[in-house]
């Protein structure tokens, strides 16, 4: 059974995906640039509706020095799934850590398949 809502409202859950961001290792973290993370409560239109995070941007490995980075990449956490699949609030905290890890990783440029082989998918 997935946990309630009410039970984990959006400041809470906010509160989750900053100490997911806060456990990133500081050397890591001072290389994510130009990236802002946002919840949103569901995924967009046209995404599968268990989609847990979404990475919008180009990754680091992708990048052309000659152009110029306007706009943030964009990284998505999606609350209403991620409570959808979990039963505790242990799991969740956990989820959400595993769901950022995984996002930031694509901005460095590590695909689905090895982030899996690493348990981050």
Request: charged share 30%.
């Amino acid at each position: 059974m997935p946990i309630d809502p009410a039970a984990v409202d959006s400041e809470r859950f906010d509160a989750l995906v900053d100490r997911a961001l806060d456990q990133i290792p500081d050397e890591l973290a001072a290389l994510v640039r130009n990236v802002v993370v946002l919840v949103e409560e569901e995924p967009p239109e046209g995404e599968p509706d268990d989609l847990l995070g979404l990475y919008d941007g180009v990754a680091l490995t992708h990048r052309d020095s000659t152009q110029p980075v306007v706009l943030p990449d964009r990284i998505f956490i999606f609350r209403g799934p991620l409570l959808d699949m979990c039963s505790t609030e242990e799991e969740l905290v956990e989820e959400v850590r595993i769901t950022v890890v995984h996002e930031i990783a694509h901005h460095f440029g590590i695909d689905d398949d090895r982030l899996h082989e690493l348990g981050y998918a």
